[in-house]
């Protein structure tokens, strides 16, 4: 993939809820059906259910007649059980994935400190997501979520990015990453961060590795530094710039570490006001504080996991000229499914039945590009079979 983006992009139309509940901060309107819409919400009641049920209506809103494809939820640690609002309000579909990333704090377009920050994505844009126990294992976590997704990897035909989220920290992020890299390939697009519980499937688990991946009718930039001044944020920031393009919306994980040393002095505001000036008042922008950090230095970079780090995806909607998935490609794991792993078999759940030339099926072969997995009657993948 290079760095040149093609296709039209979206003009992202700001949208401002007024709101004692909760801002809707953003929402963008399809130029073409196979856009990408983008809607952002946030909330500061103290409470965590009620914010984060305002920040998903909000976010729900800006979406219009769309329905969410995807949607990413953010929380502080400790207030994890306010992730199962989400369903309550993404509830007019299955083919919605919801997932949440708890993190130290958060911050939006609108500044830090927001108790619940809530994105949904709709259009040409898909996700599938694979759960695995990593044991203190973190390599063969990493590795085990890359099998889980590897069909879905091979078989969409447009851009592809994972992001990992993990009950780990640095440096064990990095192990994560490299299993992750020795099933998928150093070119692999990934970005993420450690932050302790996962929330997807409507379960909170700890003790675990979630890869969301993004497929669908988008390009990304990417910028990633180590280091604990402002200088760091704004290194990465021109790393991941497309020149005078400007993104459709930017998704940035920052180090716990950074925000204690720049809270020392005014550096947390000088960072957040050189976020603000890199994406201007129309391109909304998303991020957190975590315990270790994963992406790539630059488009052609390979990605590794570091902490002290500010890295940052530019995601640029545009118009596919394909279909994301082919009807004529091999079969692929369904996209509402997830993977636990459980010794060496992958034990998928009603909404990831395996798919095979349209039909569902317990039993078998799943085929993709890169060979064949034996599947058991149980509707279990047999590892390294």
């Known amino acids: 993939m290079s760095a040149k983006i093609k296709g039209k992009h979206l003009k992202v139309v700001r949208a401002m809820v007024l709101s004692t509940m909760a801002f809707c901060l953003f929402a963008n309107k399809a130029m073409a059906a196979n856009a990408i819409v983008f809607g952002m919400g946030q909330s500061t009641l103290t409470d965590s259910a009620a ?3 305002a920040a998903a209506s909000a976010a729900k809103t800006a979406l219009g007649a769309n329905t969410a494809k995807v949607v990413l939820a953010w929380v502080s640690k400790g207030q994890e059980a306010a992730f ?4 309550t309000v993404f509830a007019t579909t299955s083919a919605t994935n919801i997932f949440g990333i708890p993190d130290s704090n958060n911050f939006t377009t609108s500044g830090r400190g927001q108790t619940a920050v809530v994105v949904a994505l709709a259009g ?3 996700s599938a997501y694979a759960v695995a126990a990593h044991h203190n294992n973190y390599d063969s976590a990493g590795s085990n979520v890359a099998a889980a997704l590897k069909a879905v990897q091979t078989g969409a035909t447009d851009s592809k990015l ?3 989220i993990g009950d780990d920290n640095c440096p064990l992020d990095s192990n994560v990453v490299n299993g992750f890299l020795s099933i998928l390939g150093k070119s692999a697009w990934v970005n993420g961060g450690s932050c302790g519980k996962v929330f997807a499937d409507g379960k909170i688990d700890s ?3 979630l890869g969301i991946l ?3 009718a988008f390009d990304c930039t990417f910028g990633m530094e180590s280091g604990e001044d402002v200088a760091t944020a704004q290194s990465a920031l021109s790393n991941a710039q497309n020149g005078a393009t400007a993104p459709t919306f930017a998704m940035i994980f920052d180090c716990v570490s ?6 020392e002095g005014n550096e947390l505001v000088e960072e957040m006001n050189a976020i603000k000036q890199t994406y201007g008042a129309t391109t909304p922008f998303f991020g957190g504080y975590y315990l270790g950090e994963i992406g790539k230095p630059n488009l052609n970079s390979t990605a590794y996991g570091f902490g002290g780090c500010f890295s940052v995806t530019n995601f640029y909607s545009r118009v596919a000229t394909t279909s994301v998935v082919p009807k004529s490609t091999p079969s692929v794991i369904s996209q509402h499914g997830i993977t636990k792993f459980s010794g060496s078999t992958s034990q998928y759940r009603l909404n990831g039945s395996i798919v095979k030339s349209g039909n569902v099926q317990s039993a078998g072969m799943i ?4 060979g064949t997995q034996n599947v058991n009657a149980n509707g279990e993948i047999v590892l390294g079979k």
């Not at 085929?367 to 890169?370: A, F, L, R």
């Open 51 to 53: 914010a984060m049920t």
């Open 84 to 87: 199962n609002q989400l369903s």
């Open 124 to 126: 040409q844009i898909n």
């Open 162 to 164: 994972t992001i990992l």
């Open 207 to 209: 003790a675990f590795i």
């Open 214 to 216: 993004l497929y669908g």
């Open 258 to 263: 950074r925000y204690k040393n720049l809270s």
């Open 367 to 370: 085929v993709s590009k890169q």
